[in-house]
């Protein structure tokens, strides 16, 4: 069970608490893209999570996006918006990616934390690649039909109401 736990829970990325990320050692924040920061229909970062990435910047964290999506140009430009690095391709819960965005920011995961809204695939990948997984609620009801399927899952283990 410990692969599928959080080390922390919020209801969504703009309640993680910039200052408690800098108390906990944490110099980059690696996040997922759909229905993490970009609900899946409005395809646009809301106005609190792009403040929340400015803060984070403005603490000195820095920040890259890890994304499962295959669709590079639309993760491309959302990170382009952001103002964040991007990998896509991901393939979460592998720890590969993870590994690689570690690289590429020039940071150790015991001072990272990825922030996702999937169990099955967040949290196991920064479990997996020893990060510090939060596990945020998704930013819409519109989701891919197996990630439907994943959420039963994700209830059934308790991580969801």
Not at 68 to 95: D, W
Request: glycine share 6%; charged share 25%.
């Amino acid at each position: 069970m410990a692969l599928v736990k959080p080390w922390r829970r919020e209801p969504d990325v703009a309640s993680i608490g910039v200052d408690g990320l800098v108390e906990a050692g944490v110099r980059c924040v690696l996040i997922d893209r759909d229905n993490t920061v970009v609900p899946r229909d409005t395809k646009q970062a809301p106005k609190s999570a792009l403040a929340w990435l400015d803060a984070l910047r403005a603490a000195g964290i820095k920040v890259c996006m890890v994304s499962n999506n295959f669709h590079s140009r639309e993760v491309e430009e959302s990170a382009r918006e952001l103002g964040c690095e991007v990998v896509h391709h991901a393939m979460k819960p592998a720890p590969f990616a993870v590994r690689r965005a570690l690289k590429l920011m020039g940071v150790s995961a015991d001072e990272t934390v990825l922030v996702g809204d999937q169990v099955f695939t967040d949290v196991m990948a920064g479990n997996l690649a020893g990060v510090r997984p939060i596990l945020v609620d998704p930013q819409s009801t519109t989701d891919l039909w197996y990630t439907h399927i994943f959420r039963v899952f994700e209830r059934a283990i308790g991580a969801r109401k």
